[in-house]
């Protein structure tokens, strides 16, 4: 699924989002000290870094799920917060929410819905697409995330790995132009997770612009063109998976590198 | 036994008075409900202030309020009706909490997952925030409807014949108020054991194929965990 | 006004009712709740029915079983005493609950640890369980409390002189019935915040012993294996 660039905005034109030092606390907790990011359209950034670094917070924010306290944030063309302010209005909100797709860690599917009414949902009560269309639509995307023979299922009946799947399949539905995803496989037993893992490098080689919160460092190294590393509310360094991975420059990095190492096998 | 026919009107009258009053209170309950969880402080605390009442008054002071007092300002309620009126208000306050907790208890998650999807505030309570609410809420209201359905016994003070009036009033009469009272405690007993049961058989039917974990828990991870435990999930 | 204060001179009966019935009722129910956990089959279905019964048996309903199955003949039992014994009773039901739900909200683990160090069964209830049963068991003890505060106006119905008995009394007598019982309802209404309030207040108090209590109790029952 080719992404279409950006209507144009002089040089942002290639630019899928933008943050300039965007900060957010909660009271005197500083989560996060002047985020500088940019994404360009196509590019897929995977966020790493120790729990309480502020990465989920800072992916949140992209979307406005999370307010920041103070920056600069545009996404997809939209101005969103500017100057210590939110500078859309509700409806604005939610149509920009339509095209930025968003995957959770915790799935967050409805309960009282198939799958298939699950992904249908959106493109009903938002897009304005028929019921017919829909579910067409729905069944497709489902196919394509594997889970065919299950459409008719609640979630309750459907394992993590699954859950998730149809959760991205959801995401999709709305043909967004960026994919967010807030550790979406941190909740997933280790042996389920390779679904989706797979799932996602499909898209990104379909070309789709995805920020990936993660902890799974080998799958960041193998889909990312640029990875990021988030310590204590900042940025402290950011590069390819092979800058990053193959010779750290930071000390915190290499702090960090080190202790997931210990962990896995 | 002969007693049990004596007082069966008197059960017919329980049953409309305890439809009456779930039909009105419980609704009225649910905007309250909805008024405590959302409204902004101009509603919340008039209808606080309300729902408390509703529930720190003893009901038979409710029901007295409506019956006796009123008329002394002009208001005049057949004892039927004033049994209604007062006991929906007391119901409506008890449901209110129901309500406002199921309402309350719909996880942040999905509201989040609601609105990356573009849906509207109106759309998300009719499309997610309900329907997941409704499944939390029939447990209490069901256990609430037996409370009313005891409640009604209070209407012989005001004279109505419904099944504890009629018991009163045909033991006085024959002089076996006893027999007439202990025959009308086990039909109250026989109805509400036969509701909960009822209720619970529901209960059981759609827990057997829907999530058994409250609203209140989010899907992810005990979801996994539990599924591996039921026949025909897993990968 | 004069209203307010006619109405507070009944309200020691009233509280006296309450008080007594709720005695009668942990009395009552103590037996009960033990026997609703025991392992003999023919007690815990007992038990069961009488809480069944109790809590199925309209409040009303009881208070005339009471009163009429204490009349022989032209005999008719003090109101007062009736009221007690009817309340007290259907108190002993939930009561009853609220003692077991205490006892099963303390996991299994607890007792299983306390078998395990060959604790008697009088230190294991009494240092163990108990102790971390009190909080949940206090919770419905309260909040039932709360509830027979207000069914003592039921009482009035059969000839007890509590706060409900004389409010009738002055409408009858043509005083404006809205002013009577909304004050009427107001006394109940502020009894009901008040112990609502008091039970906060324990329930903080309690909870801050609770975190020490847990540990504390099975050390302390540990100490005394040790020490025998």
């Known amino acids: 699924m080719k992404t279409s660039a950006d209507s144009a905005h002089g040089r942002n034109e290639a630019m899928a989002i933008r943050v300039q030092h965007m900060t957010k606390s909660y009271g005197n907790a500083e989560v996060l000290r002047g985020i500088d990011l940019e994404v360009r359209t196509g590019e897929v950034i995977s966020i790493i870094g120790p729990s309480g670094s502020g990465k989920s917070t800072l992916i949140r924010c992209l979307n406005l799920l999370e307010t920041p306290s103070g920056g600069t944030v545009e996404v997809?063309?939209?101005?969103?917060?500017?100057?210590?302010?939110?500078?859309?209005?509700?409806?604005?909100?939610?149509?920009?929410?339509?095209?930025?797709?968003?995957?959770?860690?915790s799935f967050n599917l409805f309960p009282n819905l198939t799958a298939l009414e699950n992904v249908s949902l959106g493109q009903i009560h938002t897009l304005g697409r028929g019921r017919a269309e829909a579910d067409a639509r729905s069944a497709e995307l489902l196919a394509r995330v594997g889970l065919a023979e299950r459409m008719d299922h609640r979630p309750a009946e459907l394992s993590g790995g699954q859950q998730q799947r149809v959760a991205i399949a959801r995401a999709l539905a709305m043909d967004p132009e960026v994919m967010l995803f807030d550790e979406p496989t941190s909740a997933i037993d280790p042996e389920l997770r390779v679904e989706v893992l797979q799932v996602m490098k499909q898209l990104a080689d379909d070309g789709m612009t995805m920020i990936v919160v993660t902890h799974e460092l080998r799958f960041a190294e193998r889909i990312s063109d640029r990875v990021v590393?988030?310590?204590d509310g900042c940025i402290v360094e950011s590069g390819t998976p092979a800058e990053l991975f193959g010779g750290a420059k930071s000390e915190r990095l290499r702090q960090f590198l080190a202790a997931v190492e210990e962990t896995e096998l | 036994m002969?007693?049990?026919?004596?007082?069966?009107?008197?059960?017919?009258l329980t049953f409309l008075l305890w439809a009456g009053i779930c039909m009105i209170g419980f609704p009225l309950g649910l905007l309250f409900g909805y008024a405590l969880a959302f409204g902004h402080a101009i509603l919340r605390i008039p209808v606080l202030a309300i729902v408390n009442i509703a529930r720190?008054?003893?009901?038979?002071?409710?029901?007295?309020?409506?019956?006796?007092?009123?008329?002394?300002?002009?208001v005049y309620f057949s004892n039927t009706t004033s049994v209604v009126v007062a006991f929906s208000f007391v119901a409506a306050g008890y449901t209110a909490g129901i309500f406002r907790?199921?309402?309350?208890?719909?996880?942040?998650?999905?509201?989040e997952a609601a609105s990356v999807l573009g849906l509207t505030y109106w759309k998300t309570q009719r499309l997610v925030v309900i329907p997941q609410a409704f499944k939390a809420v029939l447990p209490p209201l069901i256990g609430f409807s037996v409370v009313v359905l005891q409640a009604t016994s209070l209407s012989y003070a005001v004279g109505l014949r419904e099944m504890t009036g009629l018991a009163y009033n045909l033991g006085s009469i024959t002089f076996e108020a006893l027999p007439y009272m202990l025959t009308t405690g086990a039909i109250y007993l026989v109805v509400c054991i036969a509701i909960s049961q009822i209720a619970a058989w529901v209960q059981r039917r759609s827990s057997r194929t829907r999530r058994r974990a409250t609203p209140k828990s989010p899907p992810a991870p005990t979801g996994t965990s539990v599924l591996r435990a039921v026949p025909g999930a897993g990968s | 006004m004069n209203i307010l204060w006619q109405l507070l001179q009944t309200v020691p009966s009233t509280m006296l009712l309450w008080a007594a019935a709720q005695v009668l009722g942990l009395v009552l129910a103590i037996p009960v709740a033990a026997a609703r956990m025991s392992r003999e089959r023919t007690l815990r279905w007992i038990a069961l029915l009488w809480i069944e019964v109790t809590r199925g048996i309209p409040t009303l309903v009881l208070l005339f079983i009471v009163y009429f199955g204490l009349s022989i003949n032209d005999f008719r039992p003090p109101a007062m005493t009736a009221a007690i014994l009817a309340l007290g009773l259907s108190s002993s039901g939930y009561l009853a609950e609220s003692i077991r739900a205490g006892f099963e909200a303390v996991p299994r683990q607890q007792t299983e640890a306390a078998m395990a160090l060959s604790l008697p069964l009088a230190t294991r209830l009494g240092r163990v369980l108990l102790p971390q049963a009190l909080p949940i068991i206090s919770e419905g003890v309260v909040s039932y409390a709360i509830h027979l505060f207000k069914e003592t106006a039921l009482a009035s119905l059969i000839g007890v002189i509590e706060v409900m008995a004389v409010a009738n009394y002055l409408v009858e007598r043509g005083v404006n019935g809205p002013t009577v019982f909304l004050f009427t309802g107001a006394i109940y209404l502020v009894g009901c915040l008040l112990l609502a309030w008091l039970a906060h207040l324990i329930g903080d108090s309690g909870s801050r012993k609770r975190g020490k209590t847990q540990r504390g109790a099975t050390i302390a029952a540990v100490k005394k294996v040790e020490v025998a």
């Open chain 1, 76 to 105: 997809l063309g939209s101005l969103l917060f500017d100057r210590d302010r939110i500078a859309v209005g509700k409806n604005e909100l939610r149509d920009f929410r339509s095209r930025a797709g968003m995957v959770f860690q």
């Open chain 1, 229 to 231: 590393f988030v310590a």
């Open chain 2, 2 to 12: 002969q007693l049990i026919i004596d007082l069966l009107p008197g059960l017919g």
């Open chain 2, 56 to 74: 720190g008054f003893p009901g038979l002071v409710v029901l007295y309020f409506v019956y006796s007092g009123l008329p002394d300002v002009g």
């Open chain 2, 101 to 111: 907790a199921a309402i309350l208890g719909v996880p942040k998650q999905q509201l």
